[in-house]
């Protein structure tokens, strides 16, 4: 009775789609960042196709969901969080072996035996990388460009996507020439953005050209992926990050859409006694408004061609941001809107309006200090939140760990994030915790996370109230030694606030190879899997 007035809400809300397609039931996934895989095909770094072997793998696991991290263009940036755009895909993870018409063309084959090279290395080396996929991709352009012309995939792809490809392929043009300088310091010449784009002077229309070629070469990998996952039944759950950076193409064609004046952060709490300065635009939600959330609609349009699902970031920044003055410290910010009445429906149109116009389930990053009605509206909308494990405590009252048996269906469970440590980091440096953590589910507390007690927290974790059940691949891999590297640190794969090479260039220690073909994880996934 519980499940069957469960679906009867989910489904009423929104129109229900989502839900219908994705189902009302249990769902197991892992979360899987692309960078990090690397297999006998990938070019130094994580590619597209890599991830259909993973398909298969979770089939027999009994997986049904992989997520991935953002996988927007990010120019020279490596967190898949501040990207060139919101639409565009990131041509470093197109999969260069794959590609038609590369056996014949030997200094191709050079190239990409020369950045197979790189995946020797424990850490991603984005900008090796980028230097020789870019030669691949200038010479592979010239030899595609004479048919490209007159291939009507291509023409309806660019035709498909004018509404942003355009304005993308004119800003990352400009932004090469000018030496990745901010868009703010460009010439005046520039500023004209519609006209730029849709008149391109002739120097500068071929590069253009280029960058969308290499966009329709990226849609059509990742699209393969979606359409074989579905066959196998398997969803892709993609991350919507809520903000964009100041260097961007949306920003740069739709200054009206921002407040550039302001930057996105957070205000003071226990984490970070002087709060986050972001450096991030807030939305300015009127103007999207007057335009009917048009951006968004298209934005999620353009998402749902690669996933059924979407990890919503920082939900509760659509109901109220923290936003502070460029010259003033992030504490002396304040929330907009500044009514507090205006939170819950300023938050709640804007996530009708997602639902209705997209296909695809959001599931909402809902952690930190989050107001209780913005919860409940989620809720009463058929958001899923997000619990992981560590952090749900009875804060108000004891203390106390919650059972995640009393997870509410409408969440996802985990047990790390990619923002946080490893579970076992986590066992390692806050040994207090962890000792309350074990004794609150009847676990024998040590001060080693012991393969048995790993595999205990695991199997709780897929067994939550939750409807669904995701964990970081590295999680599972821990598992099995020598799947991990020997340093714990170096499995973690971002560290907030802090500017470091290591964040982002985390590589799995296992090729995709040996992860889908190791019998003792299979194994594994048997155990955490059963009831």
Request: some cysteine; charged content about 20%; aromatic content about 12%.
């Amino acid at each position: 009775m519980i499940k069957h007035n469960l679906e009867q809400h989910l489904f009423a809300t929104a129109t229900g789609t989502p839900w219908q397609k994705i189902g009302v039931k249990n769902h197991h996934g892992i979360v899987v960042p692309l960078f990090a895989l690397h297999s006998r095909h990938s070019s130094g770094i994580g590619e597209y196709p890599d991830l259909i072997p993973l398909i298969d793998w979770c089939k027999e696991n009994h997986l049904d969901l992989i997520q991935l991290l953002p996988l927007n263009d990010t120019g020279q940036e490596t967190s898949p969080y501040s990207a060139l755009s919101a639409y565009a895909l990131n041509p470093l993870h197109l999969g260069l072996s794959q590609l038609p018409d590369i056996s014949q063309n030997s200094e191709l084959l050079s190239l990409i035996h020369e950045a197979q090279a790189l995946n020797e290395y424990q850490l991603v080396h984005y900008q090796e990388v980028q230097k020789i996929k870019e030669r691949f991709f200038r010479l592979y352009y010239r030899q595609q460009a004479a048919s490209l012309r007159t291939d009507p995939s291509y023409r309806t792809f660019k035709e498909t996507h004018r509404s942003w490809l355009q304005d993308y392929a004119r800003f990352k043009t400009l932004k090469i020439r000018q030496n990745w300088l901010s868009w703010e310091l460009w010439p005046q010449s520039y500023e004209n953005a519609a006209g730029l784009t849709e008149n391109p002077p002739s120097n500068l229309a071929e590069e253009m050209e280029f960058h969308q070629f290499l966009q329709y070469l990226c849609f059509l990998q990742l699209e393969e992926v979606k359409q074989i996952a579905e066959k196998k039944k398997i969803f892709i759950k993609g991350d919507i990050p809520i903000l964009i950076n100041r260097e961007s193409a949306d920003v740069w064609s739709h200054r009206e859409f921002f407040l550039l004046q302001l930057s996105a952060g957070a205000p003071p709490d226990m984490y970070a006694k002087e709060g986050q300065k972001w450096g991030f635009p807030p939305y300015n939600w009127e103007a999207i408004a007057n335009q009917g959330y048009r951006w968004w609609i298209e934005r999620l349009s353009a998402a749902s061609h690669f996933y059924n699902l979407y990890r919503l970031d920082h939900v509760v920044g659509f109901f109220r941001i923290w936003a502070i003055p460029f010259s003033k410290p992030a504490k002396e910010g304040h929330f907009i809107p500044e009514d507090k009445a205006l939170w819950i429906p300023q938050g709640e149109k804007i996530m009708r309006i997602m639902l209705e116009h997209s296909s695809m389930l959001p599931i909402g990053e809902d952690l930190g200090t989050v107001p209780p009605e913005v919860r409940v509206c989620l809720r009463h909308l058929g958001i899923c939140g997000t619990k992981v494990m560590r952090w749900e405590r009875r804060w108000d009252i004891d203390q106390q760990f919650i059972d995640p048996k009393d997870y509410p269906p409408e969440s996802m469970t985990t047990v790390s994030t990619h923002d946080s440590e490893t579970l076992q980091q986590w066992w390692k440096n806050q040994p207090e915790e962890a000792r309350l953590f074990a004794e609150t589910f009847g676990e024998v507390y040590a001060p080693e996370l012991t393969p048995a007690l790993r595999l205990a927290i695991l199997h709780l974790s897929h067994h939550s109230g939750s409807l669904f059940h995701i964990n970081l691949l590295q999680e599972y891999l821990a598992l099995i030694p020598g799947m991990t590297w020997p340093n714990l640190e170096d499995e973690r794969i971002n560290i907030p606030g802090t500017i470091s090479s290591r964040n982002w260039s985390y590589r799995f220690r296992p090729s995709v190879e040996e992860i889908v073909t190791n019998g003792r994880l299979s194994h594994a996934f048997a155990d955490i899997l059963k009831s």
